[in-house]
């Protein structure tokens, strides 16, 4: 069926909002629950009346628009978010890169797109699942300007020969994810001899969850820069802008000129720190629209004058049943590293003849990194393979004596295991425990950075250059 206009197209599209699949379906494709793709195959045939294709065009051509059904999960503290990454056109590495951003491939199919969210929960058959919302997205100018560079910077790492290296993290809005889990999902690209994993752009989950939360929950997010601003710079170097003034002063010294409380609670006052020095008050990081898209997580990081942080860097708390059964393809471990930006906000202790005699921090600048592939691929992987093996095996814990206690060692990969990461206690005290797949109790761990890996990714850190990357 022809649809003349956007606004028919919309008015056919909210017609099924609040249907079930069930009651879309016509074609019987809703029996196959193994089948992937069904749903969107469903909505195309039965409620849109045109045939499954794979057509390079945009599904509605003579619109321009595109078609998704994409699903949205209700998550423990009632919040919406997106259930996944919004997969859009397979990569083709020879062809992309003769092109431009508006010849592109990714525009010429995905310039507008008719989303239909639909409610997803566990252990509920599909044909169950109810579509929630029909929404045309146009993207903000702000988004494309962003877009824009996400799909020059992929597309540059092609022609630099690096389409093997691709990682989602390298981008903001706009990611490159690998499309296939196997050998035979390998490509070959034009400026390398080195096969490199089948890719489709997509756009990010923390993408989708915005806008789930926009146009579904109806929430304001807020931003800290403008489409002019950023047709002349990257995020990263607005948010360079934003704080290279405060470099080299004290917590005190910054206090004073933005007029913030200095608040006890780090946690807390890091939160208030940055989103004040981005001109936002009284906001959670995570109504930052641009933090919210681009997946970007905070971290602080204290310096000793000898330039290595006070402290590993620690992140969740290991689920040892989980990891125990899990592939690595499937992993926490790998999806966190390989879709999040890491913004290092950094203070240090200036050295006086090798004393710090003021005790205070000073602000030293900020970093926004992600883990390159090949560290995803080679340390982070092997330390997964290992500690998987170590916990199937079943953990040593061995009690050691100490003087006035009780300790119980284990076997888990310690501080210096790969230069990279390990294994530590991230516990209230020692009855804080969780359960190992054999049943037995141990002291709550939880992955770390190690303090001196984070001391060689800030170590670029320069006051006289924004940051990149």
Known sequence: MLYKTEEELIYKARRAEGKSFGDI????????????????????????GYEVNSNREADFENLGVELKVTPVRRNKNGTLSAKERLVLNIINFH????????TSSFWLKNEKILMMFYKWFPEVKRADYRILKAYLHKYPEEDLEVIKKD???????????????????????????????????????????????????????????????????QEDLVRFSTASELKKKSLE????DKFSPYIGK????????????????????????????????????????????????????????????KE????KNIDFIEWANESWDDSWLKNYFEETKLLFVVFEYKETEGENPDGKLYFK????????????????????VHTQSLIQDGIELTPVKQKTRTIVRNNLPKPGYNGVCHIRPKARDGSDKTELPDGRMITKQAFWLDNKYIAEIIESINPEKNIKG
Request: charged share 25%; with cysteine; aromatic share 8%.
């Open 312 to 315: 590993h860097m620690s992140f």
């Open 237 to 240: 170097q607005l948010l360079w």
């Open 250 to 309: 004290s917590l005190e010294e910054i206090s004073e000129v933005t007029q913030q409380v200095i608040n006890p609670n780090p946690k807390h006052f890091l939160q208030q720190f940055v989103s004040g020095l981005l001109g936002i008050r009284g906001i959670r990081l995570n109504q930052i629209e641009e933090f919210a898209k681009a997946n970007i997580h905070l971290k602080t990081i204290r310096l000793e004058p000898n330039g290595i942080p």
């Open 95 to 102: 062809e992309e890169v003769q092109r431009d951003f508006h």
């Open 365 to 384: 600048g900020i970093k926004l990194w992600n883990m390159p592939k090949k560290k995803i691929d080679n340390q982070l992987k092997d330390f997964w």
């Open 151 to 217: 799909w020059e910077l992929i597309v540059q790492k092609i022609k630099d020969g690096r389409a093997h290296e691709l990682s989602e993290a390298d981008t903001n809005y706009l990611g490159a994810c690998s499309k296939g889990a196997n050998k035979s999902s390998l490509r070959s690209q034009p400026f390398s001899d080195e096969m490199a994993m089948q890719r489709a752009f997509s756009l990010k989950q923390s993408y989708m969850t915005a806008l789930v939360r926009k146009v579904i929950r």
């Open 25 to 48: 379906d016509k074609s019987g494709r809703i029996q196959n629950e193994r089948a992937k793709g069904h749903l969107g195959q469903i909505v195309e045939e039965s409620h849109f």
